[in-house]
């Protein structure tokens, strides 16, 4: 048996990051950029108005106060998206609105509040009352603050937010240069299986796997492609497998432990090469990688269990690394935070337990609570949780009110 760091670092070392292709910017969220973004211009291109009111040159309003207002002609008005005509000199103003460029001559704003433009009855007005001193450069955006011209605005290796994407939205980027996304193929294995749109036959159940790997697949941002239901005969698994060699990554689930038709490790002896079968870890324990070869290629792959909530949790601590390897990205962990346990939590053959949990917070503490039952075949045990508790290899149970660590897999602030 190896451990789960020990698993982890042969399937990272199998997997390479991906080539680049160009996109438009919105596909591209969660993909990293593969190239240093330049701004060409500047962020605002103007000077400009950060609220509605009037642009003066702060000079003007020296002295005023609510009781003795300074008193300006209003030489016309600007609103977002104009070119401002009129000059502003001492004691003119231009009715100005946020975002409009700051006429020539202006160096700040004053905002409607602090004008009596509310009292004043006739429009257009002519004249506008200032009723305080205000600073240079009030409310004043200027030309470049956000990003100047010629910036590094966002630098290679970047993954990409919904802020970054906004960020080369505003420099005028329509396409972008980022890792592409790994395409995963995904084999379930087993007799028993049915597809879910076929009617049920007794002794049948419904390929789920395909499903939750899949839609892990697409969270983590991957393209998965789905190759069905291979039955337990080597001819069959043979041929789906060779499907999945235009891929970046397979993944089978099923068929790796020691049953007697768990065929997926012989015909990975033949069409390729295993790296392990156990990992010091429950559920989960067996575990199969290696490469498949064919058509010139060499496809990683990771046999995951059948059972469904052993094939999510080997897909999140092997699979989701290795697919965010793929895609660019540095961190490959989810958060782990401490909690307060709230179940008692056995480990009793000295493998790491992860067991499902829901965590909650409770002023500055999380508490963690195991969800019941916990058979790896529960997979509504897998919707009442948010987390996975760890129970490490060394240590027998982890009592009532004791810490533990928590690998949270929904996690707000991720
Ligand atoms: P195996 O690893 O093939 O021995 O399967 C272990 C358990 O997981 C068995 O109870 C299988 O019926 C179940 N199982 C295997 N594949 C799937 C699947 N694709 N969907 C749902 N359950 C599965
Ligand atoms: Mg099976």
């Not at 292709?21 to 701004?39: A, F, W």
């Not at 630098?155 to 505003?170: F, H, W, Y």
């Not at 500055?364 to 129970?391: C, E, H, K, W």
């Not at 009592?399 to 949270?408: F, K, P, S």
Request: net charge negative.
């Amino acid at each position: 048996m190896i451990s789960v760091e020990q698993a982890l670092e042969k399937v990272l070392s199998y997997v390479e990051v991906l080539g680049r292709e160009e996109k438009p910017i919105l596909e591209c969220l969660g993909q990293v950029l593969d190239e240093d973004v330049y701004s060409p211009l500047n962020v605002p291109p103007l000077d400009n108005a950060a609220m509605d009111g009037y642009a003066l040159q702060a000079e003007s309003s020296r002295g005023a106060t609510e009781s003795s207002p300074a008193i300006l002609d209003v030489i016309g008005e600007v609103s977002a998206g104009a070119l401002p005509e009129q000059v502003v000199r001492p004691g003119t103003a231009v009715r100005i609105m946020t975002g409009a460029p700051l006429p020539r001559g202006a160096d700040s704003v004053v905002k409607f509040e602090d004008t009596d433009e509310a009292l004043r009855s006739r429009h257009p007005i002519s004249k506008i009352g200032i009723l305080k001193e205000i600073a240079k450069g009030l409310n004043v955006r200027r030309a470049g603050e956000d990003i100047s011209r010629g910036q590094l605005v966002l630098e290679k290796g970047t993954p990409l937010r919904p802020q970054e994407i906004g960020v080369l939205a505003s420099i005028g980027k329509t396409t972008v240069a980022v890792i592409r996304r790994p395409v995963v193929a995904i084999l379930a294995t087993g007799d028993e299986l049915v597809e879910i749109d076929q009617p049920l036959p007794q002794g049948k159940i419904y390929n789920s796997n395909s499903f939750s790997l899949a839609a892990q697949v697409i969270r983590y941002g991957g393209i998965p492609k789905i190759l069905g239901i291979a039955p337990d005969r080597e001819k069959e698994i043979e041929a789906k497998i060779r499907q999945a060699l235009d891929s970046d990554l397979l993944l089978t689930s099923g068929g790796v432990s020691m049953g007697q038709y768990d065929l997926v490790k012989d015909v990975l002896a033949k069409q390729g090469e295993i790296s392990f079968w156990t990992v010091r870890m429950k559920p989960g324990k067996p575990l199969a990688f290696g490469l498949i070869y064919g058509d010139g290629r060499r496809v990683p792959h990771l046999g995951l269990p059948g059972n469904p909530v052993s094939s999510m949790i080997t897909f999140e601590l092997f699979a989701r690394p290795a697919i965010l390897k793929m895609m660019g990205k540095k961190n490959l962990s989810k958060p782990m935070i401490e909690a307060v346990s709230e179940s008692r939590m056995e480990n009793t053959d000295g493998r790491r337990v992860y067991a499902r949990v829901m965590v909650r917070r409770e002023g500055d503490r999380y508490f963690a609570r195991v969800t019941a039952p916990q058979g790896s075949g529960i997979l509504t045990s897998m919707t009442r949780a948010n987390g996975l508790a760890i129970v490490p290899e060394d240590i027998a149970a982890i009592a009532e009110g004791e810490t533990v660590q928590v690998l949270m897999l929904d996690w707000s602030e991720e």
